[in-house]
């Protein structure tokens, strides 16, 4: 299983990128894919998720701002990220597994892709 991810970019506050997360060897359609990220100096976070069945969920401080959204025909996983912040400043990652019980849980997911990273700075 492969996961790359990539979109990310400088970007003044206020403005927007589209991350995308496109995985290889998997029968993606039944994966979860979650995306975490970190900020310099700070732990890994939840961010957002989608289920196989296409739910989904954010953490609260993206709520509004960020979407995902899934492509199964091309094995890819969309995060739009609007009215970004300073304090979204990070390396995001995305994440996938099977059979997730708690998608919120960095320590639920096997396979990460490498990280994008995400800088909002004027």
């Known amino acids: 299983v492969q996961l790359q991810a990539s979109g990310g970019g400088l970007v003044q506050p206020g403005g927007s990128l589209r991350l995308s997360c496109e995985a290889s060897?998997?029968?993606?359609?039944?994966?979860?894919i979650g995306w975490f990220r970190q900020a310099p100096g700070k732990g890994r976070e939840w961010v957002s998720y989608?289920?196989?069945?296409?739910?989904?969920a954010y953490e609260d401080s993206v709520k509004g701002r960020f979407t995902i959204s899934r492509d199964n025909a091309k094995n890819t996983v969309y995060l739009q990220m609007n009215g970004l912040k300073p304090e979204d400043t990070a390396l995001y990652y995305c994440?996938?597994?099977?059979?997730?019980?708690?998608?919120?849980?960095?320590?639920?997911?096997?396979?990460w892709g490498q990280g994008t990273l995400v800088t909002v700075s004027s």
């Open positions: 060897g998997v029968t993606f359609n039944y994966y979860t």
């Open positions: 994440a996938t597994e099977i059979d997730v019980l708690r998608p919120f849980e960095s320590h639920e997911y096997h396979y």
């Open positions: 989608i289920t196989s069945i296409g739910s989904v």
